[in-house]
């Protein structure tokens, strides 16, 4: 038997948080979740995870839905006709989802109770389906590395994309917009003092960044994305060893092409409780000219100071 840990954090209430309900804020890394987390902390850092698991770690708003549609096609060629009928939800284990209070996961729980009559659904409804799925998984999770299982890149690999910061934030703000009520001012004050729900946009690139030389973990930037996805996805082609042709990656290109997935319901999650579509504009530079000067201004400040604390050679020193 697999002895369990206990997760080396602490936690201080932080009262409520826009639609996320009561947040706590996880110490040392200083991680903003809904109170909901702390039931799972554990389950999360005890999670069994496969040799041929795919995990994607990523801060929200930096191309999360996208690179998931991705890796599915990649891992599943074969099957992408399934992809027109069943939610992106139902083919990735979204696993932040049995602690996030905004999401409905009715179909999930049927699933469950379908498989495992006897489970308990306060125990994590998509971490018990993640656990008793038997073919290959591809994992998502919004949470930083030091609160997932600390032997994850020696078990499986791991995909992290990074997204510039000025445009995480906008797309942030767009989202919240979504559940309504929240102005750019204050989403951009959450954003910069990494009070957000899942924490500091620092504090998770540089969780990620400090492990970059591990050979179980791609990182893939937004912009090189945009600008040459086939680059990118041979790259990926050969992280993954999914030894994909060159036609074949033509068709996971064009498969989850951003008009593609908006146009689809069920290339995007289907757990979110607002209307219509999950996307935006799925641009670079989509924040330009967005933002007050004087926030703006702060912003650029913000972004230099703090890359060049990752890395003096990281890209978003500018």
Known sequence: MTT???IPVTYEDQGHFLHYGRVL?????????PIRFKRFAN???????????????????????????????????EELERAKTESLNNR??????????????????????????DAKEEDGVVLQLAAL???????????????QNPDVLDKCKVVSVIRHPKDNLFSRYIYYNKFGGASLQFVAETFLSGRAV??????????????????????????????DIMAELRKLNEFLGTNLTEDQLKKVAEHTAFNNMKDHPTM??????????????????????????????RLDAWVKENASKVDPAFRYIS
């Open 4 to 6: 369990q840990r206990e």
């Open 268 to 297: 995007s999650p289907s757990f979110v409780s607002f209307k219509g579509s999950f996307f935006h504009t799925g641009q670079v530079g989509s924040s330009k000219g967005k933002f007050p000067p004087g926030l703006d201004a």
């Open 43 to 77: 389950i999360i850092y005890n999670f069994d995870y496969r040799r041929d698991d795919v995990c994607l770690f990523t801060f929200p708003k930096s191309g999360t839905v996208w690179t998931a549609g991705i890796i599915w096609a990649m891992t599943h060629m």
């Open 133 to 147: 799925e038997k073919g290959r998984r591809i994992i998502w999770s919004h949470l930083p590395f030091d609160l």
């Open 198 to 227: 899942h924490g500091s946009h620092w504090h998770h690139i540089n969780e990620t960044w400090k492990r970059r030389d591990h050979p179980n973990l791609h990182i893939m930037f937004y912009e090189d994305m945009k600008a």
């Open 92 to 117: 990735v284990f979204y696993v932040d989802n049995d602690f996030i209070q905004t999401f409905k996961d009715q179909d999930h729980r049927e699933k469950l109770k379908k498989l495992c009559p």
């Open 25 to 33: 804020l996880v110490k040392p890394g200083k991680t903003t979740l």
